[in-house]
């Protein structure tokens, strides 16, 4: 599988760097610029689609995933949060007929931290739904929603890794943990930049990382843009 080569083919000296599209035209962008395959956030399309983030009818997410999957020709793999309640086999028949080859699967549901020994069981649930077709990056959320202990991450990391995971991914990790996060698991490790301000990804490399995604800082950039230009061609016409 493409996708899965280039995660083997990454390195922490040149990771995987995987923009993040929220429809079909940003995913063309992304393409016509080189990069081999993309990673939708949530954040993103939920914000293009009219709603808040974790706020989108799975219908609606799953239906955006596929049109930004049917506009390129690389590799597409979905944030589908913590799988909005659909059982494995569901959740899998579905992705799989948005075409997408990946998927984030997070650890938290309502901002609340799920039990460890539960989320491996649905981990490994999915991955016996999806067999070999499909990149699970497993989220985990100790960082964002839960105590930010790094034994409770590093715990957390090796259940969904021994139950099938292929990925890591510990969201809002301080870069300094990266090593140590890095060193405990033998996938690769997915590392964000979600602000301009955090390291680059070629930073993040050699913290660990070997997968890079920005969440929805591209489409709040591309909106902050949008923003500017406007206010530049003029006030806006008075409705009195």
Do not use: K
Request: overall charge negative; charged content about 20%.
């Amino acid at each position: 599988m493409t996708f899965r080569a280039l995660h083997h083919r990454a390195t922490t000296d040149a990771p995987l760097i995987l923009p993040g599209p929220w429809d079909a035209a940003s995913a063309r962008v992304f393409t016509d610029a080189g990069f081999p395959a993309l990673a939708t956030p949530s954040a993103g399309v939920s914000a293009s689609l009219g709603h808040d983030d974790g706020g989108t009818p799975p219908h609606e997410m799953f239906a955006a995933v596929a049109r930004i999957v049917r506009a390129v020709d690389v590799p597409v793999s979905a944030d589908i949060e913590s799988g909005y309640g659909l059982a494995p086999a569901e959740l899998v028949e579905r992705l799989l007929e948005t075409g997408a080859v990946g998927c984030n699967l997070e650890d938290s549901d309502a901002g609340r931290l799920l039990d460890p020994a539960h989320q491996a069981d649905r981990l490994a649930a999915v991955r016996a739904a999806a067999g070999p077709e499909l990149f699970l990056n497993a989220r985990v959320d100790t960082f964002v929603h839960g105590s930010g202990d790094l034994d409770d991450a590093v715990a957390r990391a090796r259940l969904y890794v021994d139950a099938g995971a292929d990925g890591i991914y510990p969201i809002m990790a301080p870069p300094e943990l990266l090593p140590r996060l890095a060193a405990a698991v033998d996938v690769p490790l997915n590392a964000a930049a979600f602000h301009p301000d955090d390291p680059s990804p070629q930073e993040l490399g050699r913290l660990g990382a070997t997968r890079v995604t920005f969440g929805p800082r591209l489409f709040r950039e591309t909106m902050a843009a949008a923003r500017d230009l406007v206010q530049r061609l003029g006030p806006a016409p008075s409705t009195g």
